[in-house]
């Protein structure tokens, strides 16, 4: 079984940093992928930042210029730097990874996710 664990969300004043960590545990083959979602109160789930193998990462407009998605591939883990934090950046945010398992098969995984409010 694979597993997400997130961490590094709280409570940030406008302006201000937080960084996000994912650490992906079990039985499997690789990660293709690792990405961030996050959702508001009332909203739709949307993508933040993707990294995947061998790709440059890709950000959703809102957030470009200010975070920053990166993986540690030894460590089987991804981070999101959030710098410049707007109060719309509130949210429960949500790692998510593609992964290959030992029997070939390809399936999603997510994490539990973890709050970040940003007050004004």
């Known amino acids: 079984q694979v597993q997400l664990v997130e961490s590094g969300g709280g409570l940030v004043q406008a302006g201000g940093s937080l960084r996000l960590s994912c650490a992906a545990s079990?039985?499997?083959?690789?990660?293709?992928?690792m990405a961030w979602y996050r959702q508001a109160p009332g909203k739709e789930r949307e993508l933040v930042a993707r990294?995947?193998?061998?790709?440059?990462?890709n950000y959703a407009d809102s957030v470009k210029g200010r975070f920053t998605i990166s993986r540690d591939y030894a460590k089987n883990t991804v981070y999101l730097q959030m710098n410049s934090l707007k109060p719309e950046d509130t949210g429960v945010y949500y790692c998510?990874?593609?992964?290959?398992?030992?029997?070939?098969?390809?399936?999603?995984?997510w994490g539990q996710g973890t709050q970040v409010t940003v007050s004004s």
């Open positions: 990294k995947s193998s061998g790709f440059t990462p």
């Open positions: 079990g039985s499997f083959f690789r990660i293709n992928s």
């Open positions: 998510r990874a593609v992964v290959d398992l030992i029997t070939g098969t390809a399936t999603e995984i």
